[in-house]
């Protein structure tokens, strides 16, 4: 069986919540196919939110969001100079993420994962800069660049949806808004 895959022992078991529907989180058991996974892998790279639930944030969610957006981690003290509070933008920003619509919260989550696909990806690339060229595969140059430029624009998008502009740690070095 020369130049064909087989297709042997294939299942997906999504996983399931308290509601009894499928989550995004499902597993694939897959022998001998590399060429399932691989299309099974880029199924799951759609991310959409009609995919996502509409149930508000949670507090990791929340953690993340903040992050993507480029902003530093609040902290669980009400009082201090660090604190969100002092800080306009970060109220608001606070403000946001706690008063989402469920469609928003769905919206905000495919963001969200979105930018997590991305970061990993970034990760990913970086796996490939010790090697330049091997039998007929070239190393891209850009690779992590691009996937990082890709990668900012979907955090920059996050803190547009929000409505808020992108945190310290999104911005260039030395660039202020006042």
Same mark, same amino acid.
């Given at each position: 069986?020369?130049g064909t /895959?087989?297709?042997?022992d ?7 919540d ?10 694939a ?5 590399a060429v399932?996974?691989?299309d099974?892998?880029? $199924?799951? /790279? ?5 995919t996502?639930? &509409?149930?508000?944030?949670? &507090?990791t969610?929340?953690a ?5 957006m480029? *902003? ?17 933008? *970060? =109220? +608001? ?5 706690g008063?989402l619509?469920?469609a928003?919260c769905?919206?905000a989550?495919a +963001? !969200?994962a979105q930018?997590?696909m991305?970061?990993? $990806? !970034?990760m990913a690339a970086?796996?490939n800069?010790d090697t ?12 992590v660049t691009?996937r +990082?430029t890709l990668y900012?624009r979907w ?5 547009n949806f929000? =409505?808020?502009p992108?945190?310290p =740690? ?9």
């Amino acid at each position: 069986m020369t130049g064909t /895959a087989s297709t042997t022992d294939t299942t997906t078991t999504p996983d399931t919540d308290a509601t009894g529907a499928g989550t995004a989180a499902g597993t694939a058991t897959t022998s001998q196919n590399a060429v399932a996974c691989s299309d099974q892998t880029q $199924a799951a /790279a759609i991310i959409t939110a009609a995919t996502m639930p &509409d149930t508000p944030l949670t &507090d990791t969610e929340l953690a993340q969001a903040r992050r993507y957006m480029g *902003y530093p981690a609040m902290g669980n003290a009400d009082s201090g100079m660090q604190s969100w509070r002092f800080f306009r933008v *970060y =109220g +608001f920003n606070e403000w946001r993420l706690g008063h989402l619509s469920p469609a928003e919260c769905a919206q905000a989550r495919a +963001f !969200v994962a979105q930018c997590q696909m991305l970061e990993s $990806a !970034v990760m990913a690339a970086g796996s490939n800069l010790d090697t330049d060229r091997a039998a007929v595969w070239t190393r891209n140059r850009t690779e992590v660049t691009d996937r +990082f430029t890709l990668y900012t624009r979907w955090r920059v998008q996050l803190c547009n949806f929000m =409505g808020v502009p992108p945190g310290p =740690g999104l911005r260039a070095v030395g660039e202020i808004i006042i």
